[in-house]
Structures are given as structure tokens and as C-alpha cells.
């Protein structure tokens, strides 16, 4: 079993929509996560961090559900420039330094 | 913000060259950092942590003589492909945390990838 799973969609929505993805992750020790945008063929690049009480970012909401193993990333009012391929990444407690990433979720906004 | 620079952003060779790729920490000192390898809509995978100052640690199932790491300075890891063949064409992109980001709340900072092709 991967260490994190996601919906590799893709999900296809029209501008202004409200849209989710969740993450599941398998090791209940992971400790810290995050959520990446990856442009196709670029590095990804940190879209924000998932906290305990979750947190929001403009019209980004992202939350972790630490019962159910699962972080979510809420998009709102969905721009064109949104489309993109979405990552999260966990970091487990007893490896510091040991990422684990998601095969990406692709969201493709349309006008 | 954290600043990872990679170089070069792209290569062609040809089969049995080996390629060097450079990634340097611009505004912090980095004594961990990490190289991960793309295939085309795939996920990211970490191929190695290097060390500063010690050996890079390589995952399972990538052979540590044919990616050559080497992490001489707090801001600089380079990552050698030695005697290049077809199927390790891919993106190669190298990561750090910023010591100065918060702990465990610290995100991956990632370098602007290589895109590596070999004839």
C-alpha cells in the first residue's frame, strides 16, 4: 500500500467552481503535511501547509482529519489558472526528513 | 523566501556520457538535501538524501554507482548520472528545508528540475 494516495482525476470544472481533493495517508505517525501545485513539466511548488486546526489561504482551504488518515484541499471560485496537478506530501515523525508524496490529482478549470 | 537553485535546467546526451547536475541553496545552508526523479505523469520519487559531509543515503533500488551524489558544501549537492543510458531520461529535481522554517511544520523547497535526455 502507497504511503499516500490520491484521485489522479482528472476533475474538469468550470471557472468559478468550487472544488475538493483529499489525500489519504497510511501511516498513522506522519506528523506534518502539505500541498503542492506542479505545472506540467515544472518542480512543484508549495501551495501551503496542513495544520491540526486547519488553515486557509485566499480562497484555498486545506484540513486534516487525523480519525479518518485523510488531508483535503478546498479550492474556491476556481480560476483558469488553477489548472494545474495538486500533491500532497506527509512527513513522518520517525523520519525527520522523509517526504512522501501523492501521484497528484489534475485539475483542469475551463471557461 | 526559501530559494533552490538547480543546473542545468536541461541536458542531452548521449548513451554512456555521464551528467552532472548542480543544486545550490541560495539563502540558506542545507546540510540535508534530497534528489528525487520524475517520469511523465508520475509521482515524484525520492531517489537519495545527501549528506553533508558524509555519504548520501539512497533508497532501495537505486544504485548508488551509477547516481553519483556528493554534498561538499552546506549549500551545494551535486548529482552525477555516470554512463547514461536511454531509460534514465527523466526529470530530476532536488529539494531542501529551510533549517529556519519551523521544524516539522518545514516544507520541501524545490529546485527547478533537469530535464534529462539521453539519445
Known amino acids: 500500500r502507497k504511503e499516500v494516495e490520491q484521485d489522479p482525476g482528472p476533475f474538469n470544472v468550470p471557472e468559478g467552481a468550487t472544488v475538493a481533493f483529499n489525500c489519504t495517508y497510511s501511516n498513522s505517525a506522519s506528523q506534518s503535511f502539505f500541498w503542492y501545485r506542479q505545472d506540467c513539466r515544472k518542480e512543484p511548488k508549495l501551495l501551503m501547509s496542513?495544520?491540526?486546526s486547519g488553515n486557509e489561504d485566499g480562497r484555498f482551504t486545506a484540513q486534516l482529519n487525523r480519525a479518518s488518515q485523510y488531508i483535503s484541499l478546498l479550492i474556491r471560485d476556481s480560476k483558469l489558472s488553477d489548472s494545474a496537478t495538486y500533491l500532497c506530501a506527509a512527513l513522518s515523525i520517525y523520519n525527520f526528513n522523509k517526504f512522501y508524496f501523492g501521484s497528484g490529482t489534475k485539475l483542469n478549470v475551463k471557461p | 523566501g526559501a530559494v533552490v537553485s538547480q543546473h542545468p535546467s536541461r541536458v542531452i546526451c548521449k548513451s554512456g556520457t555521464s551528467v552532472k547536475i548542480e543544486c545550490r541553496s541560495l539563502?540558506?545552508?542545507?546540510?540535508?538535501m534530497f534528489w528525487y526523479r520524475q517520469f511523465p505523469k508520475k509521482s515524484l520519487m525520492l531517489m537519495a538524501t545527501?549528506?553533508?559531509?558524509?555519504?548520501?543515503?539512497?533508497e532501495q533500488g537505486v544504485e548508488k554507482d551509477k547516481f553519483l551524489i556528493n554534498h561538499a558544501s552546506l549549500t551545494l549537492s551535486t548529482l552525477t548520472v555516470t554512463s547514461a543510458h536511454p531509460e534514465d531520461s527523466s526529470f530530476y529535481i532536488c529539494?531542501?528545508?529551510?533549517?529556519?522554517?519551523?521544524?516539522?511544520?518545514?516544507?520541501?523547497?524545490f529546485g527547478n528540475g533537469t530535464r534529462l535526455t539521453v539519445t
Open positions: 529539494s531542501a528545508r529551510d533549517p529556519r522554517g519551523g521544524g516539522m511544520q518545514s516544507p520541501l523547497h
Open positions: 496542513v495544520y491540526s
Open positions: 539563502d540558506f545552508q542545507a546540510t540535508t
Open positions: 545527501s549528506n553533508e559531509g558524509s555519504k548520501a543515503t539512497y
